[in-house]
C-alpha cells in the first residue's frame, strides 16, 4: 500500500465559474501495475469516506477479496473538498494565505471527476479497468465515464443515479438546516457546526437503513416510556460523524451530491448515459429508499452496453458498503457474462 498526496499547480476550472489555483488529492494505492497495464480498479468513495478503500471496503479489497492487489492496481482518492488529505474548506487559499473556510467554491460532481481526470494524467494511466463507486462516489464515476470514453472498460456504479432526486436534494437541505441552526456555524475552525453535524448523520442514517433494518436492530425487549434504542442508535451515529468529519466538508460534499446532474449541458440524461463508451454495471439495492433501484435501473437501460443488478437487503442504501458477499457474487457474474 502507498499513500501519496497530488499537487496540482494547473488551475481547475469549476462549474461555477471560480477557479481553484491549485489543489491537493490524496490517494492510496494497493498493487502494482501489470506491464500491459490493463489491472487498474479505480475506486470512488462516498460522502464521508476516505481513500484507504481496503479499510472500507475490506470484504471487497484486499489479499484473497475480489479486488485482491496481488492481481489488480487500485487506487481510490480522497475527493476535493472533503476532510482526509485533498483540498477542503480548511485547506490554505493560495489567493490570501488564509484557511477558505466558508470561501471554499462550490464544486460539482463533475469538478469532482475532473480533479481525478488530473490524477490519472498525473500518473500516467492510459487504460482503466474498472471504475467502481457508489451513491455520491458512482455519480462521480458516470461523470467521469462520460468523459474517459475508451480509456474505461467497465463503470460499476452502486446504489445511484444519474440526476439528484428532490427527495435526495431534500434529504440533503434538511441536514445542511441543521447545520446552519447550530450557534458555531459561521465561526472560523474546525469545531464549527459540529452538534448540527450530529443531527445531521443522525437524519442522514435514516435515509441510509430500512425500517426493516432498525426492527432487527434496534426493537425494544421490554415496554418502556423513553431512552429508545433507536434514539441511542442516531445519537451515537451523530458523534461518531462528528468525532472524524467537520461541517464545512460536509456541506460542501452534499451540495456536490445535490448538483448531480449527468445531462447538464449534454442534451439531457438519456444523451449523456448514452454517451458513455465503457460497459455500465449499474447495481441497485431492493431496500434503499434514497437512491431507488429504479434510478440504477435507468442507467443501464439507457448505456450503450448496460447491465442491472440488485443487491438484496434490508440494510438499504448502506448496503453496497456492507453486503460483500453479494457484491463479490454479483461483480464474478458480470464479469464472467461480460
Ligand atoms: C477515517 C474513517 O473512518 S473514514 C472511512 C470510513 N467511513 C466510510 O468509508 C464511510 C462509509 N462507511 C459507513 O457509512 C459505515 O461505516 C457503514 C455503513 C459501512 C457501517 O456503519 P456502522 O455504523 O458500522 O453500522 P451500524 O449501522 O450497524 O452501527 C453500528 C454501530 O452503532 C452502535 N450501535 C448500535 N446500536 C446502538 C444503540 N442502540 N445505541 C448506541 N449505539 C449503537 C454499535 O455499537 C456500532 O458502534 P461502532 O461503530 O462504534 O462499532
Ligand atoms: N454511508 C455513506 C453515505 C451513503 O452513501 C458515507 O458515510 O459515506
Redesign the pocket.
Known amino acids: 500500500m502507498t499513500q501519496e498526496v497530488y499537487h496540482s499547480t494547473d488551475p481547475l476550472h469549476l462549474e461555477s465559474g471560480e477557479v481553484l489555483r491549485e489543489f491537493d488529492l490524496a490517494y492510496t494505492t494497493y498493487g502494482q501495475l501489470n506491464s500491459e497495464k490493463s489491472n487498474v480498479i479505480w475506486v470512488i ?6 481513500a ?1 478503500a481496503a ?2 471496503w475490506n470484504g471487497l479489497i484486499g489479499e484473497d477479496k475480489f479486488f485482491d492487489p496481488a492481481n489488480h492496481f487500485i487506487i481510490c482518492a480522497n475527493l476535493l473538498g472533503s476532510c ?1 488529505g485533498s483540498t477542503n474548506p480548511f485547506s490554505e487559499n493560495p489567493a490570501n494565505g488564509e484557511p477558505y473556510f466558508y470561501n471554499f467554491p462550490q464544486v460539482t460532481t463533475r469538478d469532482l471527476a475532473a480533479s481525478l481526470e488530473r490524477l490519472r494524467i498525473e500518473l500516467a494511466i492510459d487504460q482503466i479497468h474498472t471504475l467502481i463507486g457508489g451513491s455520491l462516489g458512482g455519480q462521480v464515476g458516470l461523470e467521469w465515464a462520460v468523459t474517459l470514453g475508451q480509456k474505461l472498460k467497465n463503470a460499476v456504479i452502486l446504489a445511484s443515479t444519474s440526476k439528484s432526486s428532490p427527495w435526495v436534494i431534500g434529504f440533503n437541505e434538511t441536514q445542511r438546516m441543521a447545520i446552519e441552526s447550530d450557534s458555531t456555524w459561521g465561526e472560523c475552525h474546525e469545531l464549527a457546526g459540529i452538534k448540527g453535524l450530529e443531527t445531521a448523520r443522525a437524519i442522514a ?1 435514516l435515509t ?2 430500512h425500517p426493516d433494518d432498525l426492527l432487527i ?2 426493537s425494544e425487549n421490554d415496554e418502556k416510556l423513553d431512552g429508545f ?2 434514539a ?2 442516531l ?3 451523530g458523534k ?1 460523524l462528528a468525532n ?1 468529519f467537520n461541517a464545512l466538508s460536509y456541506w460542501t460534499l452534499s451540495k456536490a451530491m445535490d448538483s448531480h446532474d449527468l445531462g447538464r449541458n449534454r442534451g439531457g440524461i438519456a444523451a449523456a448515459i448514452g454517451s458513455i463508451e465503457a460497459r455500465v454495471l449499474a447495481i441497485g439495492v431492493n431496500s434503499d429508499l434514497l437512491f431507488l433501484p429504479k434510478e440504477a435501473q435507468y442507467i443501464s437501460q439507457k448505456a450503450k452496453r448496460g447491465t442491472y443488478k440488485e443487491i438484496n437487503s434490508t440494510a438499504g442504501h ?1 448496503a453496497f ?2 453486503e460483500f458477499e453479494q457484491l463479490a457474487y454479483l461483480l464474478k457474474s458480470y464479469y464472467l457474462e461480460n
Not at 468513495?45 to 476516505?50: C, E, I, V, Y
Open positions: 468513495h462516498a460522502l464521508t469516506g476516505d484507504n479499510e472500507w482526509y442514517m441510509y437503513r436492530k434496534q434504542r433507536a441511542s442508535y445519537r451515537y451515529q461518531k472524524r448502506d458498503l456492507i
